[in-house]
C-alpha cells in the first residue's frame, strides 16, 4: 500500500466490486449511525455519519475502536456488477482545509520572524510551534489508520485494491 507523506495526509483508492450500486449504498447505510436516510437510535457497530447517494457518499468517522480516517468521500462508477469506487480519505475533510491551514502556518512563521526581538517574537514562536505540532500529529495519526481504513471499505464493498490504470477511462469523462 502507497503511504503519502504526514505533511500531505490524503489518499486515493480505486477499488473493484462485483456490487450494483445500490448494494454499495446499502452495505455504507448499513454501516452509518446517522445519514440522510435517517437515524439509528441504536448504535451497535455502525463506523461513519454522512450522506449517501447510489452514486457518491460523504463521511465523517465515529468508531472508536477501530482506527478509520477521519473523512472518506467516494464515488461509485461503472455500471451493473462492473463497479469502481473511487475512494478518497483524509485526515481533514477537505485539502483546501488543509491548505489553509498550512498557508496559516506560513503566516505566523513569517511574523513570528519579521517580528521584534522579545515577547511578541516568543509568544508568535510558540503559537507556530504548537500549530505546527497539531499538523504533524494529525498527519501522523492519519497514517496509523491507512491500512485499517483501507481494509474496513474492502471488506464493506466486497472489493480489491486496483491501478487507476485499471479503471476503464469512459468512466472518467
Not at 103 to 108: C, K, N, P, R, T
Not at 116 to 127: D, F, K, R, S, Y
Not at 140 to 152: E, P
Request: one cysteine or more.
Amino acid at each position: 500500500m502507497k503511504k503519502t507523506a504526514w505533511i500531505y495526509p490524503f489518499n486515493t483508492w480505486y477499488l473493484q466490486t462485483q456490487l450494483t450500486r445500490e448494494e454499495l449504498a446499502q452495505a455504507l447505510q448499513s454501516d452509518c449511525f446517522l445519514s440522510d436516510e435517517g437515524y439509528r437510535s441504536e448504535r451497535k457497530d455502525q463506523s461513519f455519519y454522512g450522506r449517501i447517494s447510489a452514486f457518491d457518499f460523504q463521511l465523517e468517522t465515529i468508531r472508536n475502536k477501530e482506527t478509520l480516517a477521519p473523512f472518506a468521500h467516494g464515488e461509485f462508477r461503472g455500471v451493473g456488477r462492473d463497479m469502481y469506487v473511487v475512494l478518497r480519505c483524509g485526515a481533514f475533510q477537505h485539502r483546501r482545509i488543509w491548505a489553509i491551514a498550512i498557508a496559516f502556518l506560513g503566516l505566523i512563521l513569517v511574523a513570528s520572524l519579521s517580528a521584534p526581538a522579545g515577547n511578541v517574537q516568543h509568544a508568535l514562536g510558540i503559537v507556530c510551534a504548537a500549530f505546527a505540532g497539531l499538523l504533524i500529529w494529525r498527519g501522523l495519526d492519519y497514517q496509523k489508520r491507512l491500512h485499517s481504513n483501507l481494509q474496513h471499505f474492502l471488506n464493506l464493498f466486497k472489493a480489491s485494491t486496483i491501478q487507476r490504470e485499471q479503471v476503464p477511462e469512459v468512466l472518467f469523462r
